[in-house]
Structure formats: C-alpha cells, structure tokens
C-alpha cells in the first residue's frame, strides 16, 4: 500500500510532461485563421448550393414526370429555387451573401432546372426575382413562400418581375403540375434519406453516393415512391395492430396476477412497426426505378449505387433490420432495369407490376386468443 501511494504522484507527473506537444509548432495569427475560416465557409456554401441544384434538379423531373401517382397531392412548379440571407438558417448569413452573391432586398435565383417552365421563360441564375403577378415575394422564408403561392395560383401562366443586371423585366412563366411533396437538402455524412408524412428529407452523404443523376434520381424515387404508395400509414397501422395485440396478453397476464410491466405491448409495438419493412423498402426500390426511368433516366449501371452503398457501409452487406441488405438492393435493381427495359422493346406502358410483395421476413403477432 505504501509503494502504491509513493507512485501515483509520479505517474502523473510522468504523464504531464508527455502531455504537451514537444515540437515547435509555426504560429499562427487570428486574421490568418479568420480569413481561411472565411474560404472555407464560402466554399461549403457554393458547394450546398450545387448540390442542391442537382437534387432540385432530378427531383423536378421525378416529380412532374411521375403526378399521376401522387394521389391528389399535386402543386403547380416552375423549377426555380430563390433566397435571401434572411430566408438561410442563420449560421449561413454572415457569409451566404458573399458567396452566393444575395441581397437583402430582393430574393435571388440561385437554382433554375434546365427545360423548366422558369428556364423557358429565360430566367436564369443570378436574376433577382421580385414579383409574381405584382405581389412582392417575401424575403423570409422566400422558398417555402413562392411554394406556397404556386400551389394557390395553379398551372395558369403568371407574370414575373425579374431584375437583371439593374435592368427591370417581366417575364411570363407557365407552370406545370407536379407532386407536391417538399425536398429538405441537409448537410449530413450519414447515406441517409426518408420521408415523413409531409417531407423527404435526402442527406448530404447519400447525394455523395450516386455518382450519376440516374443514381440519384432512383433515391429520388424510392421516396417517393414511399409517399405514394402510403408506406408511412401502413406502417402505422402495423404498429398499432403490434401494440393492441401485445397489450392484450399484458393484460391476460395482470388479470391472472402477474405483472409485465407493459413488455408484450413494448415488444409487440416494435414487431408490428418493422412488420414489412423490408418488403416495402424493396417496394419503394421497384417502384422508384420505374419513376426514375418515367422522368427520362437511363437505368443502365444504377445497380452501382448498392455496390457504392454496401463498400461505404460494409454492414449493409449483411445487416438487414429494416431495410434489404445491398447485394439484395442490387440484384433487384438489375432485375427491375432487365424488365422496364423489355417493356420499352415491346412498347408496353412503363407501370410497375403491382403483386404481392414478399413475405415479411418476420413472424406475424400471435393472435391475442392465442396466448
Ligand atoms: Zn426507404
């Protein structure tokens, strides 16, 4: 014991010493830090915004190629993407303005989808749009706003007021219907994307993955495909199918006077929410691959996306929970290609074949009768 406490307080003055760096570091000033701080935050900014005129981009064609599946849920588009540095989450402001070149008066169009109604009428990125059939855009919330007056004003041409170069111009934009379901575009490293009852969300890192609009545009399309085919209610009404059934035998057993502490409804609740999860998650690719090629792209080597996916998640080569596991999402997407690409030959109309989906890979509850 006595030896023991004699070394304690050597240790730690051995570790101290290791602790500090040993060499001699350049220094470094606080505006040389400042100003690549600086390059560094314009950088990602200009970068967000080229990624998201892609995904706006793919997600324009998916949508208006693909409304007669959006079931009602429709709005007019005119396939331009608009801000303000007031309308950015405020860690983009101090610096959105000089690198995307804003003003604070007037929104400015960063994005605009080529063959869009906004690019027929001749607007292009960089003309600062004021008004939509004279009423002034607002200049917060800007993007969510010109949505809105959209889906209000329908597919009829509208006059635009436009500023270029300091020269004032008024175009006329027809707008075309498509699926109304909102994109958020968020910078995040997880291969991640989902869609929720009012929104598909699409990460950074799962953009990064698809090397080609084809790619993406089935990423795209899979949440969509989510939406429309009411994944996300389906999915609501197993759980509570899970927690009525697990409830049940919970409260068998309280009546007979054991307590579970609510365990059969907990783990019940989780077997009804993943109960064909991995069947519609592979219904969402099937049906997704068939939206993508409807929107013009070429199926041709999308399958590469999985491959990309499983060597940049190697669990997702064998670890399937909720979702198919890679080499499945693979082998189907080659599968499903083989066959849009037969009905094109023989020029039959591009509808997934609705069938039944797999089997869930999960045993149904047991009925609560029999417990
Ligand atoms: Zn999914």
């Keep these: 014991m006595r030896s023991g406490r004699f070394w304690v307080p050597l240790l730690g003055a051995l570790l101290c010493a290791g602790c500090a760096p040993v060499s001699r570091l350049p220094v470094l000033s606080e505006d040389e830090i400042e100003a690549e701080k600086r390059i560094e935050q314009l950088a990602h900014i200009r970068k967000y915004y080229d990624e998201l005129h892609r995904v706006d981009t793919v997600a324009f064609r998916i949508r208006t190629a693909n409304r007669a599946d959006c079931r009602g849920w429709e709005s007019a588009q005119i396939g331009l993407f608009a801000v303000t540095p007031q309308s950015l989450p405020r860690r983009y402001r101090s610096y959105s303005r000089e690198a995307l ?68 111009l008024t175009v006329t934009i027809t707008p075309v219907m498509g699926c109304a379901i909102p994109i958020n575009y968020l910078t995040a490293d997880e291969a991640n994307a989902y869609t929720t009852e009012d929104k598909i969300v699409i990460y950074s890192g799962i953009v990064a993955l698809a090397k080609t609009d084809a790619q993406l545009a089935h990423v795209i399309g899979h949440e969509l495909a989510h939406a429309n085919l009411g994944h996300l209610e389906k999915k609501l009404v197993n759980k509570a199918v899970g927690w009525v059934s697990g409830t049940m035998i919970d409260v068998g057993i309280l009546a007979g006077g054991l307590s579970t502490g609510g365990a059969f409804g907990k783990e019940f609740t989780k077997a009804g929410e993943r109960a064909f999860s991995v069947g519609f ?32 998640h190697p669990d997702s080569i064998r670890l399937a929970a909720t979702h198919p596991i890679a080499p499945v999402r693979f082998l189907q997407m080659q599968k499903v290609a083989a066959e849009i690409a ?4 023989r020029n039959l109309p591009l509808v997934p074949d609705l069938k039944v989906v797999d089997a869930p890979s999960e045993p149904a509850p047991p009925s609560p009768g029999g417990s």
């Design 281 to 312: 998650e592979r219904e969402a690719d099937y049906v997704g691959a068939y939206y993508a090629v409807r929107a013009g792209y070429d199926l041709e080597g999308v399958e590469e996306f999985w491959r990309a996916m499983g060597l940049a």
């Design 342 to 345: 037969d009905k094109k030959r």
């Design 101 to 168: 070149n804003l003003t604070w008066a007037r929104p400015t169009v960063i994005s605009v989808v080529e063959g869009s109604p906004a690019a027929e009428a001749g607007i292009v990125a960089g003309d600062e749009i004021i008004a939509l059939d004279g009423e002034l855009i607002s200049l917060t919330g800007t993007a969510g706003w010109m949505a809105g007056w959209l889906k209000h004003h329908g597919p009829r041409p509208l006059q635009a007021n436009v500023r270029r170069d300091g020269v004032d």
